[in-house]
Every structure is written in structure tokens, then in C-alpha cells.
């Protein structure tokens, strides 16, 4: 197995970081639905919405500036 380069440590640092968050960091279904209201004081619709975006926004920084894999181990992993 080839090291990983400094670059690639970091993508994967920011990869993990995000998937974290998005697994971790974001009020359930059933919390949102409860607590909307009286915790951020906005309807379930729009908490909904904003997580909706921001779990977006975390994956999409996440794989800024991130290569696609090349060759046969990229090419085994999508089939």
C-alpha cells in the first residue's frame, strides 16, 4: 500500500470530519419535529430545510478539491 500524501491526508481528514457531522451533528427527524418550535423557533418545515441544505453544503466541502481515484482500484470500488 503507497503512503498518502500530505494533500490526500487532509481531503480524507475533511471527509471524515464531514461525515461525522453529517451522521452525528444534526437533530433527528423526531427531535426537529418536538423541539423546532420552541428550540430554534421555527417551523418543522423550515428546520427541516436548513438541515436538508446545510447536510449538503458539509458533503459538498467535504469533496472540494478532491480528485477522483484513477485506474483499476478506482474502477473495482464503482462496480
Do not use: F, H, P, W
Amino acid at each position: 500500500m503507497m503512503a498518502l500524501t500530505k494533500k490526500e491526508r487532509d481531503d480524507y481528514e475533511r471527509m471524515r470530519t464531514a461525515l461525522k457531522r453529517i451522521a452525528t451533528g444534526y437533530m433527528t427527524l423526531k427531535q426537529i419535529e418536538r423541539d423546532a418550535e420552541k428550540r430554534i423557533g421555527l417551523s418543522y418545515r423550515e428546520v427541516l430545510e436548513m438541515a436538508y441544505e446545510n447536510i449538503r453544503d458539509d458533503a459538498r466541502d467535504a469533496v472540494r478539491g478532491v480528485r477522483a481515484a484513477s485506474g483499476a482500484a478506482s474502477q473495482q470500488q464503482e462496480g
